[in-house]
């Protein structure tokens, strides 16, 4: 499901099945979050999340400098991470991003993610957004925690 509302506020759903435990997949999320969310021409960008309530994401630019893409609101290994900020934004924005996993009936899991924002990202439209999500998360996430990447 996407939507944008009436007043402009995004809504992104997704739900991905991965091959691989809920533990492994949330692992992949929070562990390797610098690993599988890329930059442009898909190189990594320095990414680091501290792995508690009120950790920080941030782009790491080395000697002290970087970007703050925002806090964990929720930290609950192996289901739930809940980040919230401007994330890649520059201006007054505010995302919340959801990466809930649960294990499906074959032994595998579902990511379920949701993405909040006030706006759309960067002036994306709304099938722009979705599609990148969709390619990150049902491509480059789903093989790399699925150890095929």
């Given at each position: 499901?996407?939507?944008l ?10 739900e ?26 898909d ?25 703050l ?13 809940e ?16 990466f809930?996993v649960?294990e ?8 379920r993610?949701?993405?909040l ?12 957004a ?9 491509g480059?996430?789903?093989?790399y ?5």
């Amino acid at each position: 499901m996407s939507e944008l509302t009436a007043g402009g506020d995004l809504r992104i759903e997704l739900e991905v099945p991965i091959e691989a435990s809920r533990e492994r997949v949330f692992e992949a999320i929070a562990g390797g979050i610098g690993d599988w969310l890329l930059g442009e021409n898909d190189q990594p960008m320095g990414l680091k999340l501290e792995r508690f309530p009120g950790g920080r994401l941030w782009r790491d630019l080395g000697e002290a400098g970087g970007h703050l893409w925002g806090h964990v609101q929720v930290f609950k290994p192996p289901t739930l991470l809940e980040l919230i900020g401007p994330m890649f934004e520059s201006r007054p924005m505010l995302h919340h991003l959801t990466f809930r996993v649960v294990e499906d009936d074959g032994g595998g899991s579902v990511l379920r993610f949701t993405h909040l924002a006030n706006e759309t990202p960067m002036g994306e439209s709304l099938d722009e957004a979705r599609a990148v999500w969709t390619e990150i998360l049902a491509g480059r996430f789903k093989a790399y925690a699925e150890g095929r990447a």
